[in-house]
Protein backbone atom coordinates (compact mmCIF):
# COMPACT_ATOMS: atom_id res chain seq x y z
CA UNK A 1 0.00 0.00 0.00
CA UNK A 2 1.29 3.61 -0.75
CA UNK A 3 1.19 6.26 2.28
CA UNK A 4 -1.55 8.14 0.71
CA UNK A 5 -3.20 4.28 0.30
CA UNK A 6 -2.94 3.66 3.88
CA UNK A 7 -4.04 7.03 5.21
CA UNK A 8 -7.07 7.09 3.35
CA UNK A 9 -7.58 3.62 4.91
CA UNK A 10 -7.05 4.80 8.01
CA UNK A 11 -9.50 7.57 7.82
CA UNK A 12 -12.45 4.95 7.83
CA UNK A 13 -12.11 4.77 11.64
CA UNK A 14 -9.88 7.48 13.07
CA UNK A 15 -11.00 11.27 12.68
CA UNK A 16 -7.92 13.46 12.39
CA UNK A 17 -4.68 13.49 13.40
CA UNK A 18 -3.56 13.74 9.57
CA UNK A 19 0.11 14.44 11.09
CA UNK A 20 0.09 11.17 13.23
CA UNK A 21 -1.77 9.39 10.19
CA UNK A 22 1.17 10.48 7.25
CA UNK A 23 4.25 9.59 9.95
CA UNK A 24 2.80 6.02 10.58
CA UNK A 25 1.84 5.66 6.60
CA UNK A 26 5.31 6.78 5.84
CA UNK A 27 7.16 4.34 8.45
CA UNK A 28 4.85 1.37 7.14
CA UNK A 29 6.05 2.28 3.49
CA UNK A 30 9.80 2.41 4.52
CA UNK A 31 9.20 -1.51 5.28
CA UNK A 32 8.50 -2.54 1.85
CA UNK A 33 11.04 -0.21 0.33
CA UNK A 34 14.06 -1.66 2.53
CA UNK A 35 12.45 -5.03 1.58
CA UNK A 36 13.31 -4.26 -2.45
CA UNK A 37 17.16 -3.17 -1.07
CA UNK A 38 20.15 -5.81 -1.47
CA UNK A 39 20.91 -7.50 1.82
CA UNK A 40 24.16 -5.47 2.56
CA UNK A 41 22.08 -2.21 2.47
CA UNK A 42 18.57 -4.03 3.74
CA UNK A 43 20.83 -4.34 7.14
CA UNK A 44 21.98 -0.88 7.60
CA UNK A 45 18.57 1.20 7.44
CA UNK A 46 16.68 0.47 11.16
CA UNK A 47 12.81 1.91 11.67
CA UNK A 48 12.88 5.15 11.90
CA UNK A 49 10.98 4.94 15.73
CA UNK A 50 7.98 7.43 16.65
CA UNK A 51 6.45 9.25 19.19
CA UNK A 52 3.22 10.50 20.02
CA UNK A 53 2.10 12.99 21.99
CA UNK A 54 -1.69 14.36 23.12
CA UNK A 55 -4.30 13.53 25.57
CA UNK A 56 -6.07 10.55 25.85
CA UNK A 57 -8.55 9.80 23.93
CA UNK A 58 -7.55 11.28 20.37
CA UNK A 59 -5.99 8.10 18.44
CA UNK A 60 -3.41 7.02 19.33
CA UNK A 61 -3.54 3.52 20.50
CA UNK A 62 -5.88 3.35 17.69
CA UNK A 63 -3.82 4.58 15.03
CA UNK A 64 -0.90 2.04 15.84
CA UNK A 65 -3.97 -0.72 16.08
CA UNK A 66 -5.10 -0.29 12.73
CA UNK A 67 -2.04 -0.04 11.01
CA UNK A 68 -0.89 -3.55 12.23
CA UNK A 69 -4.12 -4.73 10.83
CA UNK A 70 -3.84 -3.19 7.83
CA UNK A 71 -0.90 -5.17 7.02
CA UNK A 72 -1.27 -8.01 9.55
CA UNK A 73 1.67 -7.61 11.53
CA UNK A 74 1.97 -8.71 14.77
CA UNK A 75 1.38 -6.16 17.10
CA UNK A 76 1.63 -5.63 20.99
CA UNK A 77 0.44 -2.75 22.96
CA UNK A 78 2.79 -2.12 26.77
CA UNK A 79 2.14 -0.21 29.26
CA UNK A 80 5.69 1.67 30.10
CA UNK A 81 4.77 2.25 33.47
CA UNK A 82 3.72 -1.31 34.36
CA UNK A 83 7.85 -1.95 33.88
CA UNK A 84 10.42 -2.02 36.95
CA UNK A 85 14.48 -1.55 36.99
CA UNK A 86 16.20 -4.73 37.29
CA UNK A 87 15.89 -5.81 40.75
CA UNK A 88 12.59 -4.51 41.83
CA UNK A 89 9.49 -6.39 41.90
CA UNK A 90 7.66 -6.32 38.47
CA UNK A 91 8.19 -6.95 34.42
CA UNK A 92 10.96 -7.20 32.48
CA UNK A 93 10.92 -4.98 29.87
CA UNK A 94 12.22 -8.29 27.88
CA UNK A 95 8.94 -9.65 28.35
CA UNK A 96 7.64 -6.90 25.54
CA UNK A 97 9.08 -8.91 22.78
CA UNK A 98 8.05 -12.17 24.31
CA UNK A 99 4.79 -11.16 24.30
CA UNK A 100 5.32 -9.62 20.34
CA UNK A 101 6.69 -12.96 19.70
CA UNK A 102 3.69 -14.89 20.78
CA UNK A 103 1.33 -12.67 18.86
CA UNK A 104 3.36 -13.07 15.83
CA UNK A 105 3.39 -17.49 16.60
CA UNK A 106 -0.74 -16.89 16.92
CA UNK A 107 -1.12 -15.24 13.52
CA UNK A 108 1.59 -17.20 12.02
CA UNK A 109 -0.79 -20.49 13.53
CA UNK A 110 -4.12 -18.85 12.26
CA UNK A 111 -2.88 -18.30 8.97
CA UNK A 112 -1.39 -21.75 8.63
CA UNK A 113 -5.10 -23.61 9.67
CA UNK A 114 -6.59 -21.28 7.66
CA UNK A 115 -5.10 -23.07 4.85
CA UNK A 116 -6.16 -26.52 6.01
CA UNK A 117 -9.32 -25.51 7.14
CA UNK A 118 -11.05 -27.81 4.98
CA UNK A 119 -8.80 -31.08 5.66
CA UNK A 120 -9.29 -30.12 9.23
CA UNK A 121 -13.39 -29.78 8.62
CA UNK A 122 -13.70 -32.89 7.07
CA UNK A 123 -11.57 -34.70 9.67
CA UNK A 124 -13.62 -33.20 12.54
CA UNK A 125 -17.16 -34.42 10.53
CA UNK A 126 -15.01 -37.85 11.18
CA UNK A 127 -14.38 -37.81 14.44
CA UNK A 128 -17.74 -36.74 15.71
CA UNK A 129 -19.68 -39.32 13.72
CA UNK A 130 -17.08 -42.36 15.24
CA UNK A 131 -18.03 -40.21 19.08
CA UNK A 132 -21.69 -40.14 17.72
CA UNK A 133 -21.88 -44.26 17.26
CA UNK A 134 -22.50 -46.47 19.86
CA UNK A 135 -18.81 -48.42 20.48
CA UNK A 136 -18.42 -51.51 18.95
CA UNK A 137 -17.31 -54.44 21.71
CA UNK A 138 -13.13 -55.17 21.35
CA UNK A 139 -12.22 -58.32 20.98
CA UNK A 140 -10.91 -59.89 24.22
CA UNK A 141 -6.92 -60.05 24.86
CA UNK A 142 -5.96 -63.47 25.03
CA UNK A 143 -3.92 -64.62 28.17
CA UNK A 144 -0.26 -65.37 28.30
CA UNK A 145 0.12 -69.23 26.74
CA UNK A 146 2.19 -69.67 29.70
CA UNK A 147 -0.12 -68.91 32.63
CA UNK A 148 -2.86 -70.96 30.60
CA UNK A 149 -0.75 -74.02 30.40
CA UNK A 150 -0.25 -73.94 34.36
CA UNK A 151 -3.72 -72.91 34.85
CA UNK A 152 -3.20 -69.41 36.72
CA UNK A 153 -5.40 -67.76 33.61
CA UNK A 154 -7.88 -68.45 31.31
CA UNK A 155 -8.15 -67.08 27.76
CA UNK A 156 -11.78 -65.28 27.33
CA UNK A 157 -13.38 -66.46 24.46
CA UNK A 158 -12.69 -63.84 21.57
CA UNK A 159 -16.04 -61.50 20.52
CA UNK A 160 -17.13 -62.91 16.64
CA UNK A 161 -15.92 -60.72 13.77
CA UNK A 162 -19.25 -58.48 12.97
CA UNK A 163 -20.78 -60.31 9.70
CA UNK A 164 -21.29 -58.73 6.32
CA UNK A 165 -24.70 -57.78 7.27
CA UNK A 166 -23.48 -56.05 10.65
CA UNK A 167 -20.77 -54.52 8.97
CA UNK A 168 -23.34 -52.87 6.39
CA UNK A 169 -25.84 -52.19 8.99
CA UNK A 170 -23.11 -50.22 11.01
CA UNK A 171 -21.82 -48.24 7.74
CA UNK A 172 -25.88 -47.54 7.05
CA UNK A 173 -25.88 -45.56 10.52
CA UNK A 174 -22.73 -44.09 9.57
CA UNK A 175 -23.98 -42.71 7.06
CA UNK A 176 -27.17 -41.33 8.61
CA UNK A 177 -25.30 -40.21 11.34
CA UNK A 178 -23.31 -38.33 9.08
CA UNK A 179 -26.30 -36.56 7.87
CA UNK A 180 -27.90 -35.64 10.97
CA UNK A 181 -24.88 -33.93 12.05
CA UNK A 182 -24.62 -31.86 8.96
CA UNK A 183 -28.08 -30.74 9.49
CA UNK A 184 -27.43 -29.66 13.08
CA UNK A 185 -29.58 -32.57 14.67
CA UNK A 186 -27.02 -33.29 16.93
CA UNK A 187 -25.88 -30.32 18.45
CA UNK A 188 -26.82 -30.88 21.69
CA UNK A 189 -25.33 -34.80 22.22
CA UNK A 190 -23.05 -35.24 24.67
CA UNK A 191 -19.80 -36.65 23.52
CA UNK A 192 -16.33 -37.54 25.56
CA UNK A 193 -12.81 -36.14 23.90
CA UNK A 194 -10.05 -36.14 25.70
CA UNK A 195 -8.38 -32.74 26.20
CA UNK A 196 -4.40 -31.05 27.09
CA UNK A 197 -4.48 -30.02 30.36
CA UNK A 198 -2.28 -26.59 30.50
CA UNK A 199 0.34 -25.72 33.23
CA UNK A 200 -0.31 -22.30 34.48
CA UNK A 201 2.35 -21.15 36.69
CA UNK A 202 3.88 -17.99 37.28
CA UNK A 203 6.51 -17.02 39.64
CA UNK A 204 9.11 -14.20 40.54
CA UNK A 205 12.81 -15.13 40.32
CA UNK A 206 16.28 -13.96 42.48
CA UNK A 207 15.84 -10.88 40.56
CA UNK A 208 12.52 -10.07 41.35
CA UNK A 209 11.45 -10.38 37.58
CA UNK A 210 8.10 -12.43 36.34
CA UNK A 211 9.01 -15.81 35.07
CA UNK A 212 6.55 -17.89 33.06
CA UNK A 213 6.94 -21.55 34.91
CA UNK A 214 3.87 -22.90 32.52
CA UNK A 215 5.95 -21.97 29.11
CA UNK A 216 9.39 -23.06 30.44
CA UNK A 217 8.36 -26.15 31.49
CA UNK A 218 5.07 -27.49 29.07
CA UNK A 219 7.80 -27.62 25.96
CA UNK A 220 9.62 -30.01 28.60
CA UNK A 221 7.18 -32.37 30.08
CA UNK A 222 5.05 -34.40 28.62
CA UNK A 223 1.45 -33.20 27.84
CA UNK A 224 -0.99 -35.10 30.04
CA UNK A 225 -4.20 -35.30 28.83
CA UNK A 226 -7.82 -36.15 30.47
CA UNK A 227 -11.34 -36.95 29.27
CA UNK A 228 -13.84 -34.36 29.43
CA UNK A 229 -17.74 -34.67 28.21
CA UNK A 230 -19.30 -31.84 26.11
CA UNK A 231 -22.12 -31.40 23.74
CA UNK A 232 -20.82 -31.47 20.46
CA UNK A 233 -21.23 -28.05 20.13
CA UNK A 234 -18.49 -27.10 22.00
CA UNK A 235 -16.38 -30.55 21.21
CA UNK A 236 -16.24 -29.28 17.32
CA UNK A 237 -13.77 -26.36 17.80
CA UNK A 238 -11.78 -28.48 20.16
CA UNK A 239 -11.16 -31.00 17.75
CA UNK A 240 -10.66 -28.71 14.85
CA UNK A 241 -8.07 -27.51 16.39
CA UNK A 242 -6.50 -30.50 17.36
CA UNK A 243 -7.16 -31.90 13.77
CA UNK A 244 -5.49 -28.68 12.09
CA UNK A 245 -2.65 -28.49 14.34
CA UNK A 246 -1.77 -32.60 13.08
CA UNK A 247 -1.67 -30.53 9.71
CA UNK A 248 1.15 -27.96 9.98
CA UNK A 249 4.60 -28.04 11.22
CA UNK A 250 5.71 -26.58 14.32
CA UNK A 251 9.15 -25.74 13.41
CA UNK A 252 8.15 -24.10 9.87
CA UNK A 253 5.09 -21.64 12.48
CA UNK A 254 8.32 -20.75 14.90
CA UNK A 255 10.27 -20.08 12.01
CA UNK A 256 8.48 -17.92 10.38
CA UNK A 257 6.95 -16.05 13.22
CA UNK A 258 10.32 -15.29 14.65
CA UNK A 259 11.13 -13.61 11.07
CA UNK A 260 7.78 -11.79 10.77
CA UNK A 261 7.90 -10.76 14.66
CA UNK A 262 11.74 -9.26 13.57
CA UNK A 263 11.19 -7.34 10.41
CA UNK A 264 7.38 -6.67 10.81
CA UNK A 265 6.31 -6.46 14.58
CA UNK A 266 5.26 -3.15 16.03
CA UNK A 267 5.25 -2.44 19.39
CA UNK A 268 3.21 0.27 21.50
CA UNK A 269 4.78 1.84 24.47
CA UNK A 270 1.99 3.59 25.96
CA UNK A 271 2.59 6.17 29.24
CA UNK A 272 6.03 6.52 27.96
CA UNK A 273 5.52 9.82 29.72
CA UNK A 274 4.94 8.28 33.04
CA UNK A 275 8.44 6.78 33.12
CA UNK A 276 10.57 10.10 32.11
CA UNK A 277 12.03 11.89 35.68
CA UNK A 278 14.35 13.08 36.97
CA UNK A 279 17.45 10.99 38.24
CA UNK A 280 17.49 13.09 41.79
CA UNK A 281 13.58 12.19 42.34
CA UNK A 282 12.94 10.17 45.66
CA UNK A 283 9.95 7.88 46.64
CA UNK A 284 8.11 5.36 44.72
CA UNK A 285 9.51 6.35 41.27
CA UNK A 286 12.84 5.86 41.75
CA UNK A 287 13.62 3.48 39.07
CA UNK A 288 11.76 5.13 36.56
CA UNK A 289 15.29 6.26 34.79
CA UNK A 290 16.22 2.60 35.39
CA UNK A 291 13.48 1.48 33.61
CA UNK A 292 14.47 3.70 30.96
CA UNK A 293 17.45 2.67 30.61
CA UNK A 294 16.90 -0.98 30.48
CA UNK A 295 14.41 -0.07 27.59
CA UNK A 296 17.47 1.52 25.46
CA UNK A 297 18.99 -1.80 24.38
CA UNK A 298 15.91 -3.29 23.27
CA UNK A 299 14.98 0.09 21.03
CA UNK A 300 18.23 0.19 19.80
CA UNK A 301 18.40 -3.50 19.11
CA UNK A 302 19.37 -6.23 20.79
CA UNK A 303 18.97 -10.17 20.59
CA UNK A 304 16.13 -11.21 23.31
CA UNK A 305 16.11 -14.76 24.74
CA UNK A 306 12.67 -16.74 23.96
CA UNK A 307 11.05 -19.92 24.44
CA UNK A 308 11.08 -19.77 20.34
CA UNK A 309 14.49 -18.85 19.81
CA UNK A 310 16.59 -15.43 19.76
CA UNK A 311 14.53 -12.68 18.24
CA UNK A 312 16.87 -9.91 16.87
CA UNK A 313 15.23 -6.57 17.94
CA UNK A 314 16.70 -4.16 15.28
CA UNK A 315 13.68 -3.54 12.77
CA UNK A 316 11.01 -3.99 15.19
CA UNK A 317 8.90 -0.75 15.07
CA UNK A 318 8.49 1.14 17.99
CA UNK A 319 5.57 3.25 18.60
CA UNK A 320 5.85 5.64 21.98
CA UNK A 321 2.87 7.55 23.23
CA UNK A 322 1.60 9.63 26.09
CA UNK A 323 -0.35 12.73 27.31
CA UNK A 324 2.94 14.29 28.19
CA UNK A 325 0.81 16.91 30.20
CA UNK A 326 3.43 17.22 33.31
CA UNK A 327 6.55 15.31 31.72
CA UNK A 328 8.17 16.54 28.63
CA UNK A 329 10.28 14.26 25.97
CA UNK A 330 12.72 16.37 27.02
CA UNK A 331 12.63 14.46 30.29
CA UNK A 332 13.70 10.98 29.05
CA UNK A 333 17.12 10.30 28.54
CA UNK A 334 19.12 11.85 26.24
CA UNK A 335 19.44 8.12 24.47
CA UNK A 336 16.06 7.41 24.20
CA UNK A 337 14.83 10.70 22.54
CA UNK A 338 17.57 9.88 20.21
CA UNK A 339 16.20 6.39 19.58
CA UNK A 340 12.40 7.78 18.53
CA UNK A 341 13.52 10.54 15.64
CA UNK A 342 9.87 11.22 14.59
CA UNK A 343 7.50 13.21 17.05
CA UNK A 344 4.37 14.01 16.40
CA UNK A 345 1.28 16.02 18.21
CA UNK A 346 -2.25 14.66 18.32
CA UNK A 347 -4.84 17.67 18.56
CA UNK A 348 -7.57 17.93 20.60
CA UNK A 349 -10.69 16.82 19.97
CA UNK A 350 -12.90 19.88 18.47
CA UNK A 351 -16.90 19.76 18.31
CA UNK A 352 -16.83 19.33 14.43
CA UNK A 353 -14.44 16.43 15.40
CA UNK A 354 -16.71 14.84 17.61
CA UNK A 355 -19.69 15.57 15.17
CA UNK A 356 -17.58 13.75 11.96
CA UNK A 357 -16.58 10.80 14.99
CA UNK A 358 -20.75 10.06 15.31
CA UNK A 359 -20.83 9.82 11.48
CA UNK A 360 -18.22 8.80 9.31
CA UNK A 361 -16.35 5.63 10.81
CA UNK A 362 -17.28 2.55 9.64
CA UNK A 363 -17.06 1.63 13.30
CA UNK A 364 -19.47 4.92 14.41
CA UNK A 365 -20.83 4.88 17.82
CA UNK A 366 -24.24 5.44 16.65
CA UNK A 367 -23.86 2.11 13.93
CA UNK A 368 -22.75 0.49 17.12
CA UNK A 369 -26.04 1.45 19.35
CA UNK A 370 -28.20 0.72 16.48
CA UNK A 371 -26.74 -2.63 16.03
CA UNK A 372 -27.08 -3.30 19.43
CA UNK A 373 -31.02 -2.38 19.81
CA UNK A 374 -32.01 -4.47 16.43
CA UNK A 375 -32.06 -7.51 18.01
CA UNK A 376 -34.69 -6.36 20.79
CA UNK A 377 -36.71 -5.55 17.42
CA UNK A 378 -35.87 -1.51 18.00
CA UNK A 379 -34.53 0.34 14.67
CA UNK A 380 -32.84 3.42 16.13
CA UNK A 381 -31.79 6.36 14.22
CA UNK A 382 -30.76 9.78 14.53
CA UNK A 383 -31.58 13.28 13.01
CA UNK A 384 -28.68 15.59 11.78
CA UNK A 385 -29.49 18.23 14.66
CA UNK A 386 -29.63 15.69 17.46
CA UNK A 387 -25.71 14.22 16.25
CA UNK A 388 -24.89 18.13 16.50
CA UNK A 389 -26.31 18.74 20.16
CA UNK A 390 -24.70 15.23 20.87
CA UNK A 391 -20.90 16.48 20.16
CA UNK A 392 -21.73 19.88 21.19
CA UNK A 393 -22.44 18.18 24.95
CA UNK A 394 -19.80 16.12 24.48
CA UNK A 395 -17.57 18.77 23.72
CA UNK A 396 -18.37 21.00 26.90
CA UNK A 397 -17.92 18.05 29.12
CA UNK A 398 -13.99 17.64 27.89
CA UNK A 399 -13.53 21.20 28.10
CA UNK A 400 -14.94 21.81 31.29
CA UNK A 401 -13.79 18.59 32.87
CA UNK A 402 -11.28 15.77 32.67
CA UNK A 403 -10.47 15.95 28.87
CA UNK A 404 -10.53 12.14 28.02
CA UNK A 405 -10.98 12.43 24.37
CA UNK A 406 -13.78 10.61 22.03
CA UNK A 407 -13.96 8.29 25.29
CA UNK A 408 -16.38 10.84 26.11
CA UNK A 409 -18.99 9.99 23.33
CA UNK A 410 -19.53 6.85 25.33
CA UNK A 411 -20.65 8.50 28.18
CA UNK A 412 -22.83 10.93 26.54
CA UNK A 413 -24.59 7.92 24.79
CA UNK A 414 -25.18 5.74 27.98
CA UNK A 415 -27.16 8.62 29.49
CA UNK A 416 -29.06 9.89 26.21
CA UNK A 417 -30.34 6.09 25.26
CA UNK A 418 -30.67 4.65 29.15
CA UNK A 419 -34.81 4.76 28.86
CA UNK A 420 -34.28 2.90 25.26
CA UNK A 421 -31.70 0.24 25.97
CA UNK A 422 -33.40 -0.63 29.62
CA UNK A 423 -37.10 -0.46 27.94
CA UNK A 424 -36.59 -2.48 24.83
CA UNK A 425 -37.05 -6.57 25.76
CA UNK A 426 -37.90 -7.94 21.85
CA UNK A 427 -40.97 -8.59 22.92
CA UNK A 428 -42.92 -6.24 20.73
CA UNK A 429 -42.98 -5.48 16.96
CA UNK A 430 -40.51 -3.69 15.48
CA UNK A 431 -40.58 -0.28 16.25
CA UNK A 432 -39.16 3.20 14.74
CA UNK A 433 -37.23 5.09 17.22
CA UNK A 434 -36.53 8.67 16.24
CA UNK A 435 -33.37 10.45 18.07
CA UNK A 436 -33.89 14.00 17.35
CA UNK A 437 -32.43 17.62 19.16
CA UNK A 438 -35.47 17.76 21.62
CA UNK A 439 -35.21 14.37 22.71
CA UNK A 440 -31.34 15.07 23.03
CA UNK A 441 -32.31 18.43 24.82
CA UNK A 442 -34.75 16.95 27.06
CA UNK A 443 -32.87 14.06 28.44
CA UNK A 444 -29.43 15.92 28.78
CA UNK A 445 -30.19 19.56 29.53
CA UNK A 446 -31.52 18.88 32.51
CA UNK A 447 -29.07 17.60 34.51
CA UNK A 448 -26.30 18.45 31.81
CA UNK A 449 -26.31 22.42 32.15
CA UNK A 450 -23.11 24.80 32.85
CA UNK A 451 -23.46 23.85 36.86
CA UNK A 452 -24.60 20.38 36.83
CA UNK A 453 -22.25 17.98 34.93
CA UNK A 454 -20.95 15.87 37.72
CA UNK A 455 -23.01 12.85 36.40
CA UNK A 456 -20.61 13.03 33.31
CA UNK A 457 -16.78 12.86 35.23
CA UNK A 458 -15.81 9.50 35.07
Known amino acids: MTPREIVN ?9 DEAKRA ?12 CLPPELREEITPKNIIMLGPTGVGKTEIARRLAKLVEAPFVKVEASK ?26 KQKRMELVKDAAAAATEQRLVELLLPQQKRAARPVNPLQFLLGSGQAEPEEPKPTEEEQQARKTLREQTLERLRAGLLEKEIVEIEVEES ?37 RSILMQQESEKRIDPDDVNREALYNAEQNGIIFLDEIDKIAGSANQMGADVSREGVQRDILPIVEGTTVSTKYGPVKTDFILFIGAGAFHVAKVSDLIPELQGRFPIR ?8 DDFYAILTQPDNAVTKQYAALLKPDNVNLSFTEDALREIAKFAFRANEQNENIGARRLHTVMENLLNDISFNANGQHPMIDVVVDGAYVDAHLSAEWGEDNISKYIL
Not at 91 to 100: A, P, Y
Not at 201 to 219: I, K, Q, T
Request: glycine content about 8%; overall charge positive; cysteine-free.
Open 24 to 35: VAIALRNRYRRS
Open 344 to 351: VTLKDLSE
Open 199 to 235: INAMMFGASGMEVDMGGMLGDLLPKKKKSKRMPVEHA
Open 9 to 17: ALDRYIIGQ
Open 83 to 108: YTEVGYVGRDVESMVRDLVEESIRLT
